[in-house]
């Protein structure tokens, strides 16, 4: 028996109370005595050779302790890892932590300066003297492949880094006795996650010890341990890797490594002073890795019913200069193009491309926007080549609910698996977008307002998810025997999505305790260092149920202990709210942490609970060992969670909106959002996530896109000219929440980091559209949707 | 002030001195004249609460109170600030010490997620609170309100919500019935 359940229900965040009384401690704000300050300087070339770099003047300013090239980083001068290798990746190239002989981008390190501050090491930074010889610039996918382009890395002919081929059916077959045929070729745009606070690193080196501490505003402190330790030669638990708060990560920051990543530890060795890079905003534009740009040539088989029988993408990925994470945006793009309709053959082919640009990680989303945004809008389209409604030709295709798990053999996901959704009821979501956004209603506006000269467009669009991917994950839950807290430690941390609290709720209903009287410690290797990383929207999912799995160990170590202490049936022992009793005698309950203590047999009695721990109180005379076999002290596990596939989420947007004839200016009316995630721990956070992601969505639907010149300058790197959405750009979202619980894991959870964002461009394009119906020529096949682009696309011609 | 003793020698090192209240709290500093106010108060001061999304004046991370105004402490040299009066994140408090209507606030409705636009978030939302000028508590409103703040993570509901509960906690809801959500 336990208190009532916290799980489902929107309990305030633990975090909070730091966060807003300014005593969040992110990277910048840890106080390191003495630490110096890091300043790089970059290439200002797309691509150049390096003739020579003069270092003395900057050397030679006060307070500059340290300015390095290549020659001087010893064993660091060597290519990053490629993190996730691939067969159809046969030319990968990855980068150096400086660059050596060549530079690839605008914004490659180039040279490092360490100084007694910001300030100065800039300075110093200026007074490199850096001679290039510039080569011709890369840039645009298209532009990379085409026949007679110049090689971004020497050896690669075509600039194609991976060709991957994927078949699920008889595509051939499909598309030669297909009915109609629909073909559409869309393009999103390169964009940036953007984080509030750019990436920072800090290291420190005790000679005492011979042990390295690096805060990194990473999303993968136990990974970048490893690889740190690896780099640097030393045993793992010599390097300790802490992510304390990060102010937003949305995948940028899952890369080892930045050149920053290793250069600052291997700086604060060399000088014996601890030392700092707080990454800039313009430096986050140049330095940190993009995403988005993909060119899809898409085409769907189908009867004349709009039945889709076949499926053939053909895509370019921008992979910029280099590619250290692998195909994974590609990967899961292929995976996904799909979406949420059965489409029994498949085809789908990519090509990673070079090009002059700044390198490309996942991005909130990862490729499913991508793909999203190129199986929803051939599916408006093939709806009104068929002269079918965009509601029902969705609904004939969708997969039905008695036919998951839903596999698509020879699709293989992100994580290695073949493509199999778990389930779901598809056609409610759109139903249930439908009661909300009611159509025919919606129509008899539209009509009237066109004539008035007023424009009104209804758009909507699917997405799967493919959330919580393997390998695994732990989690360590230990009572604490003198507060009576409840310790959880994962090794994945947070980047605002709330873990201090989801996982509390986990660990609390288990262990019976209240989810305020929990501490998730994360993101420490310190403190727990098995795991992988935050990405792909498999925390709640991975790490979830793993902290479920030890909180479940130590419910039963209680129950143990207490059913000993009080000679009392397991099965009579009560934990409630920190309580701990023998039902029906409440009044002699023990607190948790008086229980916890008893399960330490003592020698020394250092409090009031201790003095009955002791080896010498009547109730510790037992025969034997005070611990028998194979026990151990105190109440504490640890367990893991390794899924065996992946969870796929699900869900359906809808917007109604007005565009402006004149202006183009887009006006959101409504923004409906039906998503089913599994069950929910907290749906307040859940629904945090989907609005934010939302947000993030519009940005690349209206206004977000790296803009480089033909030169490889990348022409908005910063937020004056990048256009993030402001409140008044986004729209009150409303949500309806399914909740089909996943087969897949014991909490039925699947993720939703990344929902949001995925179909916004897509329901975007179509609602405006619709709008512009009457005024289009063509569909609208690209994102941004700028007011330049729909000015474009209406002008006749 | 490591940074400021040990880098004399650079030109652009000339320094003032510098007297200011920031949070009740006289501080009395000689700085490098091109201090900025954020690096002051982060660096100088040890309050960490004003964070620095992009100094050049567009995210309002670094938003601190100056004699009651709200003002982007990057765009802003702290030599600039002499013998004025200042409200930073670790000021802002209840009468008890607790929460203040705005942080609780925005902690009731979800308002932050990764926090690191928040401190900036709640000293903009208090300027307009504790104005005298009449509120528009309309959706489109309290999002003009708020606009000159960008969050990466919360899509901005959590954050409209919560001005307009604080607006009924600190009784300036006057307005509040005016303009119902789009
Ligand atoms: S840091 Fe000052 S406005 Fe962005
Ligand atoms: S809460 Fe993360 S930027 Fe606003």
């Known amino acids: 028996m336990t208190s009532a359940p916290s799980f489902g229900t929107r309990v305030r965040r633990n975090e909070d109370e730091r966060l807003l009384t300014g005593r969040g401690r992110y990277i910048d704000d840890i106080t390191l005595e003495g630490a110096l300050a890091v300043a790089f300087v970059r290439s200002p070339m797309a691509s150049a050779r390096i003739i020579s770099v003069d270092t003395s003047q900057a050397m030679a300013l006060e307070g500059v302790h340290l300015v390095v090239t290549c020659d001087d980083i010893e064993h660091l001068d060597t290519e990053m890892p490629l993190l996730i290798p691939d067969p159809s990746l046969t030319s990968p190239r990855t980068q150096r932590p400086l660059a050596r002989g060549e530079v690839f981008y605008v914004g490659q390190t180039v040279a490092m300066v360490v100084a007694d501050d910001r300030y100065v090491a800039e300075d110093a930074a200026d007074l490199v003297e850096v001679v290039y010889e510039p080569l011709e610039a890369v840039v645009g996918v298209d532009r990379a492949v085409a026949s007679g382009a110049r090689s971004v890395h020497e050896g690669v002919a075509g600039n194609v880094a991976a060709h991957s081929r994927q078949r699920s059916g008889e595509p051939d077959a499909a598309f030669a006795s297909a009915e109609h045929v629909t073909s559409v070729t869309v393009r999103v745009e390169r964009s940036s996650a953007a984080p509030m606070e750019p990436r920072a690193v800090a290291a420190r080196w005790d000679s005492v010890l011979g042990e390295l501490t690096v805060w990194d505003g990473t999303q993968a402190p136990i990974s970048v341990r490893g690889g740190l330790a690896s780099l640097f030669g030393l045993d793992e638990h010599r390097v300790r890797v802490v992510a304390p708060d990060v102010g937003g990560g949305f995948g940028q920051k899952v890369l080892l490594f930045y050149p920053d990543e290793v250069l600052v530890p291997w700086a604060a060795v060399k000088l014996n002073r601890p030392v700092k890079y707080i990454e800039d905003r313009q430096e986050n534009f140049l330095g940190s890795t993009h995403e988005r740009l993909q060119v899809h040539h898409i085409e769907l088989a189908a009867t004349r019913d709009g039945l889709v029988t076949g499926l053939r993408d053909s895509f370019l990925h921008d992979t910029g200069a280099f590619i250290p994470y692998g195909l994974a945006v590609a990967q899961v793009a292929a995976g996904q193009i799909a979406g949420s309709y059965r489409i029994p053959n498949i085809s789908v082919d990519f090509k990673a491309v070079y090009t002059n640009t700044v390198p490309v990680t996942p991005y909130r989303g990862c490729g499913r926007p991508h793909a999203c945004f190129a199986i929803e809008r051939a599916m408006d389209v093939l709806a009104d080549d068929l002269g079918i409604d965009r509601f029902e030709i969705r609904r004939r295709n969708f997969i039905g609910t008695e036919e998951f798990p839903y596999d698509r053999p020879g699709l293989i996901f992100a994580d290695g698996q073949p493509v199999s959704y778990d389930g779901g009821d598809y056609a409610r979501a759109l139903s249930l977008l439908e009661e909300a956004l009611d159509p025919p209603a919606f129509r008899a506006e539209q009509e009237a307002a066109r004539s008035e000269g007023r424009y009104l467009g209804l758009g909507l669009a699917c997405y799967v998810e493919g959330t919580g991917l393997g390998p695994y994950e732990g989690g360590h839950v230990k009572v604490h025997p003198i507060t009576g807290k409840v310790y959880v430690n994962t090794g994945l941390s947070s980047q605002g999505q709330g873990h201090a609290t989801s996982f509390a709720q986990i660990a609390a209903d288990e262990v019976g305790v209240s989810p305020s009287d929990v501490v998730v410690v994360e993101g420490d290797t310190g403190e727990f260092d098995w795991g992988v990383a935050t990405f792909a929207s498999r925390a709640a999912v991975v790490s979830g149920n793993a902290i479920r799995k030890a909180a479940l160990i130590v419910r039963e170590q209680i129950v143990h202990q207490a059913s000993q202490m009080f000679e009392a049936a397991p099965e009579d022992i009560v934990i409630e709210e920190g309580k701990v009793f023998v039902q029906g005698v409440e009044s002699r309950a023990l607190t948790l942490a008086e229980v916890a203590t008893m399960s330490n047999p003592l020698r020394y009695a250092f409090n009031k609970a201790a003095q009955s721990a002791t080896q010498f109180t009547p109730a510790a005379r037992r025969d034997g060992a005070a611990l028998a076999e194979g026990a151990h002290p105190g109440l504490e596990a640890t367990d893991y969670f390794s899924p065996a596939s992946t969870t796929w989420a699900y869900g359906v947007h809808g917007a109604i909106v007005e565009v402006d004839p004149a202006t183009f200016e887009v006006k959101v009316k409504r923004y409906v959002c039906v998503h089913d995630c599994g069950r929910m721990i907290n749906p307040m956070i859940v629904e945090g996530q989907v609005i934010g992601g939302v947000a993030q969505g519009m940005g690349g639907a209206f206004y977000e896109l790296l803009d480089y010149d033909a030169e490889g300058n990348l022409r908005n790197a910063s937020l004056m000219e990048f256009l993030m959405p402001y409140a008044t750009e986004v729209p009150r979202v409303e949500i309806s929440h399914l909740e089909t619980p996943s087969p897949r894991n014991p909490l039925g959870v699947k993720g939703v980091g990344e929902a949001g964002t995925i179909p916004v461009a897509a329901a975007f394009a179509s609602a405006v559209e619709d709008a512009l119906a009457p005024l289009l020529h063509g569909h609208l096949l690209d994102v941004p949707l700028s007011p330049t682009s729909l000015h474009a696309a209406t002008r006749a011609g | ?182």
Request: aromatic letters at 2%.
């Open chain 2, 1 to 182: 002030m490591t940074g400021v003793e040990t880098s004399e020698a650079v030109e652009a090192e000339q320094k003032t001195s510098l007297r200011v209240v920031v949070n009740g709290t006289a501080y009395e500093r000689v700085v490098p004249v091109r201090r900025l106010l954020s690096d002051f108060l982060r660096h100088d001061l040890g309050l960490t609460g004003t964070h620095v999304g992009c100094e050049h004046g567009v995210c309002g991370c670094c938003t601190v109170l100056v004699d009651g105004r709200a003002t982007r402490s990057c765009l802003t040299l702290a030599c600039q600030v002499d013998g004025l009066s200042l409200t930073t994140i670790e000021g802002v408090k209840s009468a008890d010490g607790g929460l203040h209507p705005v942080q609780q606030a925005l902690s009731d409705c979800h308002g932050l997620q990764c926090g690191y636009c928040t401190p900036g978030f709640v000293i903009s939302i208090l300027e307009v609170l504790n104005s005298p000028d009449e509120l528009d508590l309309s959706e489109e409103g309290v999002r003009e309100m708020i606009s000159g703040n960008l969050c990466r993570c919360t899509g901005y509901q959590g954050i409209v919500d919560a001005v307009r509960q604080a607006a009924v906690a600190m009784g300036r809801d006057g307005d509040a019935g005016k303009g119902a959500p789009a």
